[in-house]
């Protein structure tokens, strides 16, 4: 078994041998992890060996290393990224990509042999994810071939892929990965979905959006990365969930407001409703100050009080109006009339954003599989703690989750590790029973993307 690290080996630790067994006996399905960020170190070490130095690029390896080598220590999420270069470099030809693969299908998906009582393999089901790489010794069609025939050296049943864009690339790359996967999967390869990946703060997500489409019509599953930092906007998530996503990965900045437009959860308290525009439109005497946005537990009343307030300031200091017309309680009651039904007209056009295309979330149904991947997160320091972790929403509402590792290179993880954190008391863990654990499991199986679509 790789060497794993932080929290996750905190709360695998902390666990006793029956509860390990306990862990490593459920089917598990390892629905988020990235190609070059599962390579196992051993793997790492082996290619840089061969590495030949010619180019600058050397010493940014060997930094890479040292630091893979000594244990990652990341300030935020954006450090991450600063680490791809290297890994970059010491995969670029196709034997590379071919070794790598290998590696990391086997680290996850042969038995352990790590001494324990059972051994098992890390995960029962592995959707690998990658972006497609054009380098000097190869084609993007190239690299998605060897990467492919390394999965499908193990049954359908055990592996398949993910292929990923870049938030950084240009339509026409978008275009080409988008056009590869479909000839992939129409030829009987073994791609089963589309992901959207990379820099957070990069990309238009809206110029995304019809490649994207055009994956899903071509029966491709879609998951994307969504919310994953601070900077994303609100513009941004909507771009990305107007294409109705299968799964969304992180998801950890989705405000509440957002959560209550698309998803299909159970209404918080307070926030009842027979249907998203009865909740947002609700008719008092006056049809535009609907009285659920006044409602501070309606999930949308503090985008509405901003936006009302915002309206009400700009009334008062565009008004040409005479100190004396300002004095009378009439203009601040017109103030505040036309505040309201400015904040009411932005909401409902961002109801109205919400609900198109396919009107999913008025249908009850929209409940897309949230990726969670608890050590990434906490390492990234996008979230604090466990105890602050958005998996406890999804687990209080009965929202379909599934538990990854992301990037178990850098964040020396493991399914065992991430599944130990579930199960662990706190702080280590966050202290669920062994029967939500197993309900847990079974929800990322049936999130997996190889059960056939209709
Ligand atoms: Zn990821």
Same mark, same amino acid.
């Given at each position: 078994m790789s060497e794993i690290a932080g929290p996750a080996a905190a709360a695998l630790a902390s666990l006793c041998p029956d509860d390990v067994i306990f862990l490593q006996s459920l089917p598990k399905a390892?629905?988020? /992890?990235h190609l070059n960020g599962s390579i196992p170190i051993k793997t790492i070490l082996e290619l840089a060996q061969q590495y =030949? #130095? =010619? *180019? /600058?690029?050397t010493t940014e390896v060997a930094d890479t290393i040292e630091k893979l080598r000594s244990g990652v220590i990341l300030n935020d999420i954006f450090d991450f990224f600063s680490l791809m270069p290297a890994i970059y470099a010491l995969t670029s030809t196709p034997e590379a990509v071919a070794t790598v693969t290998r590696g990391v299908l086997q680290s996850f998906l042969n038995p352990t042999g790590d001494g324990g009582e059972l051994n098992s #393999?890390?995960? %029962?089901y592995l959707e690998l994810r990658t972006t497609p790489r054009m380098t000097a010794h190869m084609t993007r069609e190239r690299y998605l071939t060897v990467v492919l025939d390394e999965i499908e050296m193990y049954p359908a049943t055990q592996a398949t892929l993910i292929v990923s864009v870049d938030r950084r690339m240009s339509d026409l790359d978008v275009e080409e990965c988008i056009s590869l996967a479909i000839k992939m999967k129409n030829r009987g390869r073994r791609v089963v979905g589309i992901d959207v990946c990379g820099d #957070?703060? =990069?990309?238009?997500m809206q110029s995304f959006t019809q490649h994207l489409s055009r994956a899903k019509s071509a029966g491709l599953g879609l998951t994307v990365h969504i919310a994953e930092s601070t900077k994303n906007t609100t513009e941004d998530s909507l771009a990305l969930l107007s294409c109705r996503p299968d799964r969304l990965g992180h998801a950890t900045f989705l405000s509440d407001e957002l959560k209550a437009l698309f998803f299909a959860d159970i209404p918080q308290p307070g926030t009842e409703c027979d249907s998203l525009s009865e909740c947002a439109t =609700? %008719?008092?005497?006056?049809?535009? %100050?609907p009285a659920g946005l006044r409602?501070? *537990?309606? #999930?949308l009343h503090d985008r509405f009080k901003n936006l009302k307030e915002g309206y009400f300031l700009r009334f008062v200091s565009d008004s040409t109006e005479s100190e004396e017309t300002k004095a009378h309680i009439s203009f601040w009651a017109d103030a505040e009339k036309f505040s309201e039904r400015a904040a009411v007209k932005d909401i409902e056009a961002m109801i109205k954003q919400a609900q198109s295309p396919n009107n999913a979330r008025l249908n009850g149904q929209y409940k897309p599989c949230m990726e969670i991947c608890l050590s990434s997160n906490l390492l990234c320091k996008t979230v604090a703690s466990l105890d602050a972790h958005h998996i406890r929403y999804y687990l209080k509402n009965d929202h379909p989750i599934v538990i990854c590792t992301d990037d178990a290179l850098f964040f020396r993880t493991s399914c065992l590790g991430e599944y130990s954190l579930l199960l662990a008391q706190p702080p280590l863990g966050l202290g669920l029973s062994r029967d939500d654990v197993t309900r847990i499991a079974r929800m990322g199986m049936d999130a997996a993307f190889l059960i056939p679509r209709d």
């Open positions: 390892e629905l988020h /992890a =030949s #130095p =010619s *180019s /600058a690029q #393999p890390q995960c %029962t #957070p703060r =990069s990309g238009d =609700s %008719t008092t005497a006056n049809p535009h %100050t409602d501070p *537990s309606h #999930p």
